[in-house]
């Protein structure tokens, strides 16, 4: 396949770069070249690839900033959308929005389906939610993927690092660590992501929404014992609580993979394997 994927030369486009290698052509331009927001330079991107399916990696996922500029976070997460996707349906190309696990409020103590009803709780959230709707309302042949707590060797671009790089930092500088313990997720790796979505691609699944977070659940602070027990590493954690953040997130966004079990697609690994 012809893959055409912005927002590409980020962490899960690092990723999918080096999983797609040997098996598709992976064209990614620059934000440079194509910003998702500009819908002439989106189209032209497009015209000129002629991709079987199109990848809109691309998003402001900076949660505070998010919340301090809704409109940005919009522009680039719902109108980027409808821009990429829009392009996608006209070339005939199938469409792929990666999304996220702020689309709920995390009041589920058991996780979500890939069917359960959005409810974000902070704009970022809103901002992705909106993106999922107008990318099903303009491509039909779309795939909506989702993750939660991406991690990866490439590190994310728009927020400095990942939560894993951070705490080996801090752990190497001696430094101490406070961590949120009530605030529930399905680590994701983006290597495993990346895999994900080409897997979904080569067998030809139909259009929905599809979780690809790495299987388990653990509370953040969980998470950070885990990355330091794996790394060897020996640091001062400590718990702490979410109540009066400047930005409210889920208490549980645990991701469950329904729809791929059905279509009997290989189970995710679990998170701790996957951080190993």
């Given at each position: 396949m012809r893959l055409l994927a912005f927002g590409g030369w980020g962490q899960l486009g690092s990723e999918l770069a080096a999983v797609a290698r040997d098996r598709h052509e992976l064209i990614r331009p620059t934000r440079t070249e194509a910003d998702v927001t500009d819908p002439d330079a989106v189209g032209r991107a497009v015209a000129d690839a002629r991709p079987d399916?199109?990848?809109?990696?691309?998003?402001?996922?900076?949660?505070?900033?998010c919340e301090e500029d809704p409109g940005a976070a919009l522009a680039v997460n719902a109108v980027g959308a409808w821009n990429v996707a829009?392009?996608?349906?006209?070339?005939?190309?199938?469409?792929?929005?990666?999304?996220?696990?702020?689309?709920?409020?995390?009041?589920?103590?058991?996780?979500?389906?890939?069917?359960?009803?959005?409810?974000?709780?902070?704009?970022?959230?809103?901002?992705?939610?909106?993106g999922e709707m107008l990318c099903g309302l303009v491509c039909p042949d779309s795939l909506v993927v989702r993750g939660s707590g991406l991690f990866g060797h490439a590190g994310s671009s728009g927020k400095g690092g990942n939560f894993v790089e951070t705490v080996l930092a801090r752990a190497a500088a001696g430094e101490p660590l406070s961590v949120v313990d009530d605030?529930?997720?399905?680590?994701?790796?983006?290597?495993?992501?990346?895999?994900?979505?080409?897997?979904?691609?080569?067998?030809?699944?139909?259009?929905?929404i599809y979780h690809a977070a790495n299987a388990g659940r653990c509370s953040w602070f969980e998470f950070a014992r885990a990355v330091l027990d794996l790394a060897g590493l020996s640091a001062e954690v400590s718990r702490r609580s979410s109540a009066g953040d400047a930005v409210k997130r889920p208490r549980c966004s645990v991701l469950l993979h329904t729809t791929s079990t059905a279509l009997g697609l290989p189970p995710a690994r679990s998170w701790r394997e996957a951080l190993g």
């Open positions: 399916a199109v990848l809109n990696l691309a998003a402001f996922h900076q949660v505070e900033r829009h392009s996608a349906f006209l070339a005939g190309a199938r469409s792929v929005y990666v999304s996220t696990d702020y689309v709920f409020d995390g009041g589920e103590p058991k996780g979500y389906e890939e069917v359960a009803p959005v409810h974000p709780i902070n704009a970022y959230g809103v901002s992705k939610a909106a605030q529930v997720i399905s680590p994701t790796a983006a290597r495993d992501m990346a895999e994900r979505v080409l897997l979904l691609l080569e067998r030809d699944a139909p259009p929905g």
